[in-house]
């Protein structure tokens, strides 16, 4: 697994776990601790995010670039 392949695997459901707690009706909570609760939530999810978009960026950028070159038959 590549480090792309790695970072999308983190991204993608946190993508859609924070379109989920943010996009909630509000007649499913029951009082407004709970919609603050959610919305907690989804910030801490989006907190995790950038801090996976960071490192990879970090990583991305002190990795040198190395060509592999096939074999010649």
Avoid at 28 to 40: A, E
Avoid at 66 to 73: S, T
């Amino acid at each position: 697994m590549s480090i792309e392949e790695f970072k999308e695997a983190l991204i993608t459901p946190l993508k859609k776990s924070i379109e989920q707690h943010k996009s909630a009706a509000l007649i499913q909570f029951r009082s407004r601790d709970d919609l603050t609760k959610q919305w907690d939530r989804a910030e801490g999810l989006e907190m995790a995010l950038n801090h996976i978009d960071n490192v990879y960026n970090s990583l991305s950028a002190n990795l040198p670039t190395v060509e592999i070159i096939p074999p010649q038959n």
